[in-house]
């Protein structure tokens, strides 16, 4: 068979690679959208290097947009076979690539705006929300840990990452000339502890393995105290000052671990009676379906559930979905938290809560994760007087705090422990994809150390034949 690589080569996002057996039978792992990469993003991502309508099957790893992002392009360009993923995984996405396809109509709006002053046609969207609606219905969920049988010669098995809900390693069996190859594709690898989610499985011996290389060269700080840091920003603000923490967070992941945060605090009797609002459509509808999941979900969560049926909501806390009552933030006047995506607060409604609170000194901006250096999110933690929001300056007279957070990529050592479940002298070939190729080429070294040999970092649309 050949393996193919046509995105997540030396880069972190566009995970795509594609598998030929010698009967013909094409699978794709992962159609990921490439990301934050400017003006060239759009182009590469129109460009998949493939027919898709020539691919069976697309075997995905976990919701991530980088890794299913193109599911429903490849659908308008006449893909019809199955995407097969754990069940988590296909529910994840049923919201996620509607809220990719809003994404990219309204940047093509803004894209075309531009393009009609410079007189040039303007674009069409990647794919619309009627794309992504209708590739899900090539979705066919798996339970974690169960065979499923694409045909009598090909089998794939989903076994956890703890990564992201649903994501998991794809462990596929593929009978050629009679002999059975273990293929291996770790999609992005969970730290060891998560707060919510199960920690990492272990995963069957492979021949081949593709695994990921985001961290390949770092090592994360001691976990922090997060929750203590998180409580008393919460009551300086709120209780002592009187005014408002305003949360960037992440859509899914982040802003449910923070709401069980405080569902733990509400329920110990330690958070102050204050209202507490997650205002972001796609966070309200992904912690529906976070709570749909209990499987995925650590010991300690399972152990919550036991006596408070609902992790994810306590008194005082709201969720907002419609625009409406987003705008009556504004004029609120009593303490509260307020918990909106984006995480960078490049879009979304976050940003204008930032700017409606932001010069007043009572209230809080709390950041919760990483910001690239040229976000909004980065931008306000440089210690600046004023910032510039929707082209208004604003005095920058709240209180800018960080709480280091967990992050969702395990570091070098935590992705070495993850494949310690392996004989690595049975490993006939590993590649590393999903990162930066300095960091690569360290993990490389790293990995040689505990007895990994032919590493190959490919290059993108680099072809491999393996049996
Ligand atoms: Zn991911």
Redesign the pocket.
Known sequence: MKIQFFGAAREVTGSKHLITTIEGKRILLDCGMFQGKGLETDAMNRDLGFDPSTIDHIILS?A?I??SGLIPYAYKLGFRGSVICTNATRDLCSIMLTDSAHIQELDVKWFNKKRERQELNPIEPIYDQTDAEKCMELFIGVPTGRRFYINDKINVKFTNTG??LG?GVVNLEINENGKKIHVAYT??IGRQHNRLLRSPDPFPQCDYLITESTYGNRLHPAESETSVDLLRVINETCVERGGKVIIPSFAIGRTQEIVYILDKFSDEGKLPKIDVYVDSPLAVNATDIYRLHPECMNDEVKHTIAYDPDPFGFNGLHYIKNVEESKKLNDLKKPCVIISASGMMEAGRIKHHVANNIEDSKNTILIVGYCTPSSLGARIQLGMKEISIFGEKHPINAHIEKIESLS??GDYNEMKQFLSCQDPQKIRKTFLVHGEYATQQFYENELEKVGFHDIQIPQKGEAVEID
């Open positions: 976990h991530h980088d890794h990564h992201l994501g999609g992005d969702g990529h």
